[in-house]
Each structure stands twice: as C-alpha cells, then as structure tokens.
C-alpha cells in the first residue's frame, strides 16, 4: 500500500519540515495494511451510519451526506499529520466503498471504533490520537446537525454518545 504524500507540520524529530517539500508522514508508516483501512475507512462508515435512519432517528437527505463529506474534508486543514494523512487516503482511493449494509450496522462501527482506539493507543502520538478521534467525531456530529433537522434529536444524541464512548472520547 502505498502512503500518500502530504505536507508535515513536523519532521520525525519535530523539526520543522522544509517549506514547499512534500513528504509522505512518518506517522503512517508505523501501521500495517490493515491498521491502516481501518483508520481511513472509518471517517466514512461513519458518514453512512449518521446518515442511516434508525429508531427514533430522523432520515436524512443529501444535506446530510455532504455535511458528512465536508467535515471529512476539514480534516486536510488539521493540525494532526496522522488526521491529514487519513484525508489525503480517503480522497486519493478509487476503489469501491464496502457494501452500505455492512457499513450501517452500529455493532459493527462501534466495534471499529475500539479497534482504532487500540491501534491509536500502540502506534499513534498522544496528540494525533485525540486529533483522529475528535475529527471522526465531529463527522458524525455535523451529519446530525445538517438540515432539514437543524439540531441533534433525543437518538441522535444517544448515536453521539455512544460513539463517543467507543472512541474513548467520553
């Protein structure tokens, strides 16, 4: 897999990097194949499982979904080397999104969830760390924020929380 190439705020031994340089991050070389579609796949299962319409949740429309896609998109402006190069991943792939069944079952992302909590917490700086998992967070919130609903209902907010909780936010 190759990684992709973004801009660093910080050399390895937190230098700053050359101006105009373009390196891949140090921070991805750290994770395996899979580590590594599990942190820049899961931005999007979230996208999917925000999106999906749910007991006591709302369906959302197309709003939603670019909502999503623009918070993903927030990210290439992150302090965090580890939530660029996340970003840069997720735009630079051509394949095939996952089957929308598997990525909407809640078990399942949850569960994704505490998988990258783990690697996070063997492989990713403290601060990346909180970075990653504070920006998947905010994706899932400005889908339950975006129109027509305007504000996060009563299971939208249990959604949150509860990705929260699996992200090791709360």
Do not use: F, K, N
């Not at 998988?115 to 899932?140: H, M, T």
Request: hydrophobic share 45%; aromatic share 2%.
């Amino acid at each position: 897999m190759l990684t992709p190439e973004v801009p660093m705020s910080h050399s390895v031994a937190g230098e700053p990097s050359s101006a105009g340089r373009r390196v891949a991050p140090a921070t991805t070389a750290v994770y395996s194949a899979a580590e590594w579609d599990l942190l820049t796949s899961l931005p999007g299962r979230v996208v999917v499982a925000a999106t999906s319409a749910g007991p006591g949740r709302p369906t959302r429309g197309v709003a939603a979904g670019v909502a999503g896609l623009d918070a993903v998109a927030a990210g290439r402006s992150s302090d965090s080397d580890l939530v660029r190069a996340v970003v840069a991943t997720v735009y630079a792939r051509d394949d095939a999104a996952p089957p929308v069944e598997r990525l909407a079952d809640l078990v399942d992302l949850l569960a994704a969830c505490r998988a990258a909590v783990r690697v996070l917490g063997r492989r990713a700086d403290p601060a990346d760390s909180a970075a990653y998992r504070q920006w998947v967070q905010s994706v899932a919130a400005r889908v339950c924020q975006a129109p027509p609903a305007g504000s996060i209902s009563p299971a939208d907010r249990r959604l949150l929380d509860r990705l929260g909780t699996a992200l090791a936010l709360r």
